[in-house]
């Protein structure tokens, strides 16, 4: 298979998998071997006779479940009778008990569909040695701790056990405090530092220009093969419809998406009958894909952590690859924490010229004419007839034709096209300070204030007197609203707040967050129309909030315990602390007859 020689994490965890009560905590970036390190000696030490599952690994996604069963058969060409078999959502759950009752050495799985089938009582876990919890990091920020739990309480105690992680969250500590023995840590390079073999750049545009910029930054690099990481799946869609509108070799992936068609999808993407790949974060764990030029990053993720996963896509086994941001003035905070964690400082690009792009891609074009095979057995007899028919033209008019015939559509979209600025600082403060001007003319000397591009600014109903704080809002709203929402501004006031979110999910947030309660209080979550200093989304007072919602301000005010902690107490003393109000339905109703 090429390997010559150990990959560092190779040579410290294979020994010790091959011992006995030996757990290890690997920290490891991806595209450094990993599979193979705990692979190899896992599968050393499988007992071919004896057809039970004696090793189980754990991983986040169909993907990467499917890529590690896909290398362990490679790694086991030469032990006939290894059953491994891959346990995902998506497919047939009842194939996949009949190969268990037939019996499986290995067993590759993704927590929710192992639990299923334990719950069956089609799976034992009652003799496995080995156990691998690979990408661990991922699979807690999926929710996946209950399910690792509930698998690991069956697992005998005797066993090995290796968590890898690229990064290391506090949550880790709790899985290696509760299953562990005396865990030997290996750290490849620095905790949650990326590769080193990856050169970071971001580009900082205009909301509206961000499309344009991933144009050019894609025709900018003629021979890109990479993956282009979006926060939503709607906006993965949307993204990838426009480059293929816009001619562009791609497709999505995201979890929308049926098993088949996300099979389909990878398999063209991985012999490369596509150029750019469109996905969401889940796609960002199990990729095992070669070669990869290019990441980029339409917008920086909401977890950090999450930043080092997608560029750790580029850049394997030994090779280089670019991580390209593209982002606006309101992410610079998160790119600074970035380069913090990952001990690497950003490049600032310049937005590629119409004309770089097409001076680029035309000695590209040279290049390739330079290097194709000719085949002379094939083309010979044909080619008398198309030296009568080009025999008018000399060798200059030849490659301008060939060249013209090749981009004049390109260089006729970068002829008209305007320039797409580059923003800092300096020039986002000017830009902000005279949208300011405008909207206090506008108001006849009194100053509004709106969301930033492609955020929606809503009023809520709590305030500092409540204890909130910027962090306690962010936390509110991951309660209120599944799935990961974009959060921009946050202005806290004493008796209420103001906050903004991703204009695609606006709607969802304020429908999810109407209606619970904290302490027996409603939420109000409502557009922010009025002024600064208004205390609501119509124009509603300072006090407007008690007798409508009901639950006394005071209360808050006088509450010494941090909002936080009343949330936390909340949580612990009901099975449902964040539940609907009865009178919803009625209220609602009377708010839209209003």
Same mark, same amino acid.
């Given at each position: 298979?090429?390997?010559?020689?150990?990959?560092?994490?190779?040579?410290?965890?294979?020994?010790?998998?091959?011992?006995?009560?030996?757990?290890?905590?690997?920290?490891?970036?991806?595209?450094?071997?990993?599979?193979?390190?705990?692979?190899?000696?896992?599968?050393?030490?499988?007992?071919?006779?004896?057809?039970?599952?004696?090793?189980?690994?754990?991983?986040?996604?169909?993907?990467?479940?499917?890529?590690?069963?896909?290398?362990?058969?490679?790694?086991?060409?030469?032990?006939?009778?290894?059953?491994?078999?891959?346990?995902?959502?998506?497919?047939?759950?009842?194939?996949?008990?009949?190969?268990?009752?037939?019996?499986?050495?290995?067993?590759?799985?993704?927590?929710?569909?192992?639990?299923?089938?334990?719950?069956?009582?089609?799976?034992?876990?009652?003799?496995?040695?080995?156990?691998?919890?690979?990408?661990?990091?991922?699979?807690?920020?999926?929710?996946?701790?209950?399910?690792?739990?509930?698998?690991?309480?069956?697992?005998?105690?005797?066993?090995?056990?290796?968590?890898?992680?690229?990064?290391?969250?506090?949550?880790?500590?709790?899985?290696?405090?509760?299953?562990?023995?005396?865990?030997?840590?290996?750290?490849?390079?620095?905790?949650?530092?990326?590769?080193?073999?990856?050169?970071?750049?971001?580009?900082?545009?205009?909301?509206?220009?961000?499309?344009?910029?991933?144009?050019?930054?894609?025709?900018?690099?003629?021979?890109?093969?990479?993956?282009?990481?979006?926060?939503?799946?709607?906006?993965?869609?949307?993204?990838?419809?426009?480059?293929?509108?816009?001619?562009?070799?791609?497709?999505?992936?995201?979890?929308?998406?049926?098993?088949?068609?996300?099979?389909?999808?990878?398999?063209?993407?991985?012999?490369?009958?596509?150029?750019?790949?469109?996905?969401?974060?889940?796609?960002?764990?199990?990729?095992?894909?070669?070669?990869?030029?290019?990441?980029?990053? @339409?917008?920086?993720? !909401? +977890? *950090? #952590?999450?930043?080092?996963? %997608? =560029?750790? &896509?580029?850049?394997?086994?030994?090779?280089?690859?670019?991580?390209?941001?593209?982002?606006?003035?309101?992410?610079?905070?998160?790119?600074?924490?970035?380069?913090?964690?990952?001990?690497?400082?950003?490049?600032?690009?310049?937005?590629?010229?119409?004309?770089?792009?097409?001076?680029?891609?035309?000695?590209?074009?040279?290049?390739?004419?330079?290097?194709?095979?000719?085949?002379?057995?094939?083309?010979?007899?044909?080619?008398?007839?198309?030296?009568?028919?080009?025999?008018?033209?000399?060798?200059?008019?030849?490659?301008?034709?060939?060249?013209?015939?090749?981009?004049?559509?390109?260089?006729?979209? @970068?002829?008209?096209? !305007? +320039? *797409? #600025?580059?923003?800092?600082? %300096? =020039?986002? &403060?000017?830009?902000?300070?005279?949208?300011?001007?405008?909207?206090?003319?506008?108001?006849?000397?009194?100053?509004?204030?709106?969301?930033?591009?492609?955020?929606?600014?809503?009023?809520?109903?709590?305030?500092?007197?409540?204890?909130?704080?910027?962090?306690?809002?962010?936390?509110?709203?991951?309660?209120?609203?599944?799935?990961?929402?974009?959060?921009?501004?946050?202005?806290?006031?004493?008796?209420?707040?103001?906050?903004?979110?991703?204009?695609?999910?606006?709607?969802?947030?304020?429908?999810?967050?109407?209606?619970?309660?904290?302490?027996?209080?409603?939420?109000?979550?409502?557009?922010?129309?009025?002024?600064?200093?208004?205390?609501?989304?119509?124009?509603?007072? %300072? =006090?407007?909030?008690?007798?409508?919602?009901?639950?006394?301000?005071?209360?808050?005010?006088?509450?010494?315990?941090?909002?936080?902690?009343?949330?936390?107490?909340?949580?612990?003393?009901?099975?449902?602390?964040?539940?609907?109000?009865?009178?919803?339905?009625?209220?609602?109703?009377?708010?839209?007859?209003?």
């Amino acid at each position: 298979m090429g390997y010559e020689s150990p990959m560092p994490v190779q040579e410290e965890v294979i020994p010790l998998l091959l011992g006995e009560d030996n757990d290890v905590i690997a920290l490891a970036q991806t595209g450094t071997g990993k599979t193979a390190a705990f692979g190899i000696p896992i599968l050393q030490k499988i007992e071919i006779d004896q057809y039970h599952p004696q090793a189980l690994i754990l991983c986040p996604t169909r993907e990467l479940c499917l890529q590690i069963a896909n290398d362990l058969n490679d790694y086991s060409k030469y032990m006939d009778k290894l059953r491994v078999l891959p346990v995902y959502g998506g497919s047939s759950i009842e194939s996949q008990i009949k190969t268990l009752k037939r019996g499986v050495h290995v067993v590759v799985a993704t927590p929710g569909r192992l639990l299923d089938l334990m719950n069956r009582k089609t799976v034992d876990l009652g003799l496995v040695k080995n156990v691998i919890l690979d990408e661990a990091d991922e699979m807690l920020n999926m929710g996946f701790s209950d399910s690792i739990n509930a698998i690991l309480a069956e697992v005998p105690e005797s066993r090995n056990m290796l968590l890898f992680s690229a990064t290391m969250p506090q949550g880790i500590a709790g899985i290696t405090r509760k299953y562990m023995r005396n865990p030997k840590e290996i750290v490849i390079g620095k905790k949650n530092e990326g590769n080193k073999n990856i050169r970071h750049s971001y580009y900082m545009v205009r909301a509206q220009d961000k499309y344009l910029a991933l144009k050019r930054i894609a025709d900018y690099y003629p021979n890109i093969y990479g993956i282009i990481f979006c926060r939503t799946r709607k906006e993965t869609q949307e993204i990838a419809d426009k480059l293929i509108q816009d001619g562009y070799n791609a497709d999505s992936l995201h979890g929308e998406l049926s098993q088949m068609q996300r099979d389909y999808v990878m398999q063209k993407f991985r012999i490369k009958n596509l150029q750019l790949l469109v996905a969401t974060d889940v796609a960002a764990r199990g990729l095992d894909v070669d070669d990869l030029t290019h990441v980029i990053n @339409y917008g920086l993720p !909401d +977890e *950090i #952590e999450s930043y080092t996963h %997608r =560029s750790g &896509r580029t850049g394997r086994a030994g090779k280089t690859g670019i991580s390209i941001s593209i982002c606006h003035i309101k992410e610079k905070g998160k790119i600074k924490e970035i380069e913090r964690i990952i001990n690497k400082k950003f490049e600032k690009g310049e937005m590629p010229s119409g004309k770089a792009i097409c001076e680029k891609q035309l000695f590209n074009l040279v290049d390739e004419i330079e290097k194709v095979k000719v085949n002379e057995e094939e083309i010979e007899s044909l080619m008398p007839s198309i030296f009568r028919k080009l025999e008018w033209l000399d060798k200059e008019d030849i490659i301008k034709r060939v060249v013209s015939l090749e981009f004049n559509r390109m260089i006729d979209y @970068y002829k008209d096209a !305007d +320039e *797409i #600025e580059v923003i800092d600082e %300096r =020039s986002a &403060r000017k830009e902000k300070g005279e949208r300011g001007e405008r909207s206090e003319r506008g108001q006849g000397g009194r100053k509004t204030y709106t969301a930033e591009d492609g955020f929606t600014r809503f009023f809520l109903n709590f305030g500092k007197a409540d204890g909130l704080y910027p962090n306690n809002l962010i936390e509110l709203v991951n309660k209120c609203v599944p799935g990961k929402v974009q959060i921009g501004k946050i202005d806290l006031r004493e008796n209420f707040s103001f906050f903004e979110v991703d204009q695609y999910e606006s709607k969802r947030v304020m429908d999810l967050m109407n209606g619970f309660e904290i302490d027996g209080r409603r939420i109000s979550v409502e557009p922010a129309q009025g002024a600064k200093g208004e205390g609501g989304g119509k124009g509603r007072g %300072r =006090s407007g909030d008690r007798g409508k919602y009901g639950g006394d301000r005071k209360k808050g005010r006088d509450d010494k315990s941090h909002f936080y902690d009343r949330f936390d107490k909340s949580e612990r003393n009901s099975e449902k602390p964040w539940r609907r109000s009865s009178s919803d339905r009625f209220d609602r109703k009377r708010r839209s007859n209003k």
